[in-house]
């Protein structure tokens, strides 16, 4: 459509002289109105363009890593010393501005997301759809507009809220002014909660899409974050109870192609590796192994701290971390002469024990966005909120056991606490959850600075609102504290 507007808008100035009978003739295009009103998949398609946006650069790729990485105290920029990847230097010092690339570039990439899902529920109000086949798009589109509103909310906090297609002056207005934190969390919830009543429990063969169990464990994290435990543990019984999850016993397999899907998954990003391939764009390529026979940029590399953080004997650390010159699972020696003593093993793809279209760009690494593990963590933090201290640590011990680990010795309720944050930092690491658990729990300032970097209080808990956006508003956009 924007081809057509731009040809037609060209052709006109060129033949301003022209007879007026020539330039009178109808626009013979397709509207994408009249295209979807003619199409028998209209519906299906609308929902597929929602979910293109995962796999899109700005979403889920280098801004991404750094903001939801980098920035933590579990990983560093890595690459070159030289190599400031444009501001992920700045992620990584906490010496960031308004100004920084990455926070315009996620700001935009998650409302082109919720333009997506608003566009598409007003389209499928207008098409004539089964109405349970409807009531099942719509479920799915509002479980990813959730979700880019859940990334916008951790990362800036208040944002504009826009539940619909803005028309109305005022609706238009609206898209320039903030929101309240909790009122993005509204929007979040009652979206997750559609969601949950209108999907099926699985798809069978079309992985990736958004299913009931995804939407409440997503609403089970969303109520741990706003410290409503009575709702969180009605959400994480549901899921638990249904009893089609479990941890999968072998936690380096995971990550690899044969554990994708396995009983511990939730939700997850779906990639393909074959012709023609489909993946997040450069997720792999950004963080895998640089220098001589390495395969990519080597950026978002582990740090010291998390790689002595395991416990001896712990699991985990071998299939999270990779040491320079290590033999990998599939036979392939990393770099001994690295840029970096550590990578991260969790994003690794196997060119040849895995499916590979012969492209590391778009590779068939499946995004893991929400794990059984994780469910399990937030349900023994509701526990022990609740004073269940007991049933708290039989979740927490049951993460520990799958890592080859003894039980906790926490034994109070600030104690396991304490412990329990301090699991979802081994059990998540690298998985874009540390900043965000720092955050929420007010760690962030001891955190940050024990990692040798300049947190402020008062104003680092939060990034800035891109100075673009602020621009655009003509000032109506307010920034945050300290900016």
Same mark, same amino acid.
């Given at each position: ?5 731009? $040809? ?61 990485? #980098? ?43 919720? /333009? ?55 609706? $238009? ?31 069978? $063969? ?47 397999? #995971?990550? @690899? ?8 998954? $939730? ?15 450069? %997720? ?32 985990? @650390? ?60 937030? %349900? ?19 993460? @520990? ?8 010795? /926490? ?58 956006? #602020? ?13």
């Amino acid at each position: 459509m924007k081809k057509y507007v731009a $040809i037609t808008l060209s052709t006109a100035l060129m033949l301003g002289a022209c007879k007026k009978s020539f330039l009178d003739e109808k626009p013979r295009a397709q509207t994408p109105e009249d295209y979807f009103a003619s199409s028998t998949k209209a519906p299906e398609e609308i929902v597929t363009s929602v979910y293109s946006k995962l796999y899109d650069w700005n979403q889920h790729c280098f801004s991404w890593i750094g903001a939801t990485s #980098i920035a933590d105290d579990n990983a560093d920029k890595g690459s070159d010393p030289g190599d400031s990847g444009t501001d992920k230097d700045q992620l990584d010092q906490y010496s960031f501005t308004s100004t920084s690339m990455s926070f315009n570039e996620l700001w935009n990439a998650n409302f082109e997301g919720i /333009a997506r899902v608003n566009k598409a529920l007003d389209m499928l109000d207008k098409l004539s759809v089964d109405p349970v086949l409807k009531a099942r798009y719509q479920g799915e589109v509002r479980f990813l507009r959730a979700y880019y509103y859940f990334q916008l909310v951790r990362l800036f906090g208040g944002v504009p809220v826009i539940p619909r297609v803005p028309v109305t002056e005022d609706e $238009i207005r609206a898209v320039s002014i903030r929101n309240t934190a909790e009122e993005v969390y509204d929007l979040i919830q009652a979206d997750l909660e559609f969601a949950a009543s209108a999907l099926p429990e699985d798809y069978l $063969i079309e992985k990736g899409r958004a299913t009931k169990w995804a939407a409440v464990g997503m609403l089970a994290k969303v109520h741990m974050y706003r410290q409503n435990w009575d709702d969180c543990l009605t959400q994480c019984e549901s899921l638990i109870n249904s009893g089609l999850f479990d941890l999968h016993p072998n936690y380096e397999e #995971i990550w @690899r192609e044969s554990g994708e899907w396995c009983k511990e998954s $939730i939700w997850e990003i779906q990639a393909k590796g074959t012709y023609p391939s489909k993946g997040i764009q450069q %997720y792999f390529t950004v963080q895998a192994p640089r220098g001589a026979g390495g395969l990519g940029w080597g950026f978002n590399t582990p740090t010291q701290k998390l790689h002595d953080a395991y416990e001896a004997g712990d699991v985990r @650390r071998d299939a999270t971390i990779i040491t320079s010159g290590q033999v990998l699972w599939d036979g392939w020696q990393t770099n001994p002469a690295a840029p970096n003593k550590y990578y991260n093993y969790k994003c690794y793809i196997s060119e040849t024990q895995e499916s590979f279209a012969n492209n590391r760009d778009q590779t068939n690494k499946n995004l893991r966005v929400l794990r059984y593990a994780d469910l399990l963590l937030i %349900y023994a933090e509701a526990l022990n909120e609740k004073g269940q201290t007991g049933a708290a640590l039989q979740q927490l011990n049951a993460v @520990r056991q799958r890592a080859k680990i003894g039980n906790s010795m /926490a034994t109070t309720q600030s104690e396991l606490r304490q412990a329990i944050w301090d699991e979802r930092r081994l059990e998540l690491a690298m998985e874009h959850d540390r900043l965000f658990d720092l955050r929420r729990t007010g760690q962030i300032a001891a955190a940050i600075r024990a990692d040798g970097k300049a947190f402020v209080e008062g104003k680092h808990e939060l990034f800035p609102i891109p100075q673009r956006q #602020i621009d655009l508003s003509n000032g109506l956009m307010t920034q945050n504290p300290g900016y």
